[in-house]
């Protein structure tokens, strides 16, 4: 088998494939632990830098509070909630929180306000707000039951992002001002009631808000994630040079395996046991395998590289210019005639071999010996015709059998009446003898129509061959022909049947006898199989043999070529043979001699 065409290579960009797919596997394993480990750090820090803004916030709202309660002051020992330092402007709270929120821009911090339990802007750090609602996604009575902080994410009218930090508002009062304050109160009224400073002006601003501006925080977040994204190039990168060296390495090898995967696949096509033959576009043929060589009788290197058209048989020639013209796949079971070779019978599979872009590459042959398997499908139709034929010949036997029982009595009848005139009583003995020997045909019938019943035994087989021979001895040594029993010693036993094994040999051995002249030789040989574990008794004469045209008759009821016979001893013997499990096969040439085969398993 010489190499492909080059139209029948792999195209160069397949090597690049390896790389492709080393990547994509280094991406899907190493990808997923990357995002996992960079999400899990970026989720850590947006979790400090919502504590370090949550705890900003908190120191915040508590100067607040110290400050605003630093601004009330005592009168006449109590608190009525109207002493304020005098050189205070009247609302000094919304100056303090504009005056802050000014200060404290460089710190972070957007707004501060103060809010009522129904969520309006009692003080704002931008006066203009003051009096309006705030957001509605707030439940504002809840939060007089939780002292603890509260935050959100959310932005202000000029879209800026702010961590607003919230809770309930609680002014406390220096400690020198808290002096003298009545912890007794018996005012409980609100939880917060002892808690914030008794008589604050403005009872409805119970809820403070800080705004932090999350700018500086979002840019730093961008920055991060302009390095994750540079982490996540670098790491592409880092797969592309393990993807490179692993395709260096993996290319050497592929160059050093190459002849190695190119002789194994030499060897695989020579060796396969179906035939193989590849053309080229132009019906060149390009590739020839060993099975090819044997079933068509071709030496391959004598062909190869020339045309199909006068190297190939014309059936195959013909078939090839089908498939050229329709470009569909064709299968076909065909009888080849090989001239001096003879016919064989192949099913034979044609393709169009192309690439994935559909361009024509060239065409493939494939093709088996169909010949035992046609052999086969005659047996079976043989088989079914005997049995469709033993069916009616048992009918037709018990239909006849009954009247001539009566008509071989109403002989033996006149026989005796008329035994006083000879040439009346040899008819009726004639009548009798003809009876008889319809009844043994009849007989002999319903012996092959019934079922064969066989009782299997462990025998050696030289035993029962001896026995047969002995029986056609005497008749053998009357008309001149000489036995050739030859089994070798060691020969193991055999499950058969005795008695229907001995009416096997001793019809064959009979119809060889019946065939030869004096002079000729019945040779019997045993040969034991023991890698199949089967045993080959081959019976051979030198007789007239079988004219071609009968040798697949040979088996048949009723089919015989001597006058006297019934032509059911052999169809009887390829009954007893199948029961057995067993082959039978006939070879003859005229004028030389037969040659019967009977392969039977050991158990």
Request: proline fraction near 4%.
């Amino acid at each position: 088998m010489t190499d492909m065409p080059n139209s029948f290579q792999s195209p160069g960009k397949e090597k690049f494939r390896p790389m492709i797919w080393i990547m994509l596997g280094c991406i899907l394993i190493l990808l997923p632990i990357f995002i996992f480990w960079t999400s899990d750090n970026i989720s850590r820090q947006k979790l400090a830098i919502e504590r370090l803004l949550l705890e900003k916030g908190n120191n915040f709202i508590n100067f607040t509070e110290f400050v605003i309660g630093g601004m009330m002051v005592p009168s006449g020992g109590q608190f009525p909630g109207t002493g304020w330092y005098p050189e205070l402007n009247q609302d000094p709270i919304q100056e303090y929180l504009t005056n802050a929120t000014k200060s404290w821009k460089a710190l972070g911090v957007s707004y501060i306000f103060l809010t009522d339990l129904d969520g309006n802007i009692t003080k704002h750090s931008d006066p203009a707000q003051i009096g309006k609602k705030y957001s509605e996604y707030i439940d504002y009575p809840s939060l007089i039951h939780f002292s603890g902080l509260n935050k959100r994410e959310t932005r202000d009218k000029s879209g800026t992002k702010i961590f607003e930090v919230y809770r309930v508002f609680m002014p406390k009062l220096a400690p020198m001002q808290s002096h003298g304050i009545n912890r007794n109160s018996g005012n409980k009224s609100s939880r917060f009631q002892n808690e914030r400073i008794p008589g604050f002006p403005e009872e409805g601003s119970r809820i403070i808000f800080v705004g932090l501006d999350m700018t500086y925080i979002e840019a730093r977040s961008k920055e991060d994630s302009r390095e994750v994204l540079k982490g996540f190039y670098l790491l592409l990168i880092g797969f592309a040079g393990i993807s490179l060296l692993i395709l260096v390495q993996a290319y050497r090898t592929a160059q050093s395996s190459l002849k190695k995967i190119k002789l194994l696949s030499d060897n695989i096509v020579d060796n396969m046991p179906i035939g193989l033959i590849v053309l080229d576009t132009n019906s060149v043929i390009a590739s020839f395998n060993n099975i090819a060589e044997t079933l068509l009788h071709i030496l391959g290197e004598n062909i190869i590289g020339k045309a199909v058209k006068g190297n190939l048989p014309e059936q195959l020639t013909e078939l090839v210019e089908e498939l050229q013209q329709n470009k569909k796949d064709l299968v076909k079971e065909l009888e080849i005639d090989l001239d001096e070779h003879g016919k064989i019978y192949l099913d034979i599979n044609m393709s169009v071999l192309e690439d994935n872009s559909k361009n024509l590459l060239g065409y493939i042959i494939l093709f088996r010996d169909l010949s035992e398997v046609q052999a086969l499908k005659k047996e079976v139709e043989r088989s079914t015709r005997l049995a469709s034929i033993g069916r009616l010949a048992a009918g037709v036997a018990h239909e006849i059998r009954n009247p001539l029982s009566s008509i071989k009595g109403f002989a033996t009848y006149f026989g005796e009446r008329y035994k006083d005139v000879p040439e009346d009583k040899n008819t009726a003995q004639i009548m009798v003898n003809e009876v008889e020997r319809l009844n043994r045909v009849i007989s002999q019938l319903l012996e092959f129509a019934r079922p064969v019943n066989i009782s299997k035994n462990m025998l050696d087989i030289r035993t029962v061959i001896n026995h047969s021979a002995k029986i056609i001895e005497r008749n053998a040594e009357e008309r001149g022909v000489e036995l050739d029993i030859n089994i070798p010693a060691g020969t193991p036993h055999i499950s058969i049947d005795s008695d229907r094994i001995n009416q096997v040999f001793l019809n064959l051995f009979l119809n060889s006898l019946e065939a030869m002249e004096p002079g000729g030789k019945l040779f019997v040989s045993v040969d034991y199989d023991s890698a199949n574990e089967v045993m080959k008794i081959k019976v051979a004469d030198t007789g007239k043999g079988i004219a071609p045209e009968d040798i697949g008759n040979v088996f048949d009821p009723y089919f015989t070529t001597k006058q006297s016979g019934t032509g059911l001893g052999l169809a009887i013997v390829h009954r007893i043979i199948e029961s057995h499990n067993g082959e039978i096969k006939v070879e003859s040439e005229q004028e030389k001699g037969t040659d019967i085969t009977i392969t039977l398993p050991l158990y």
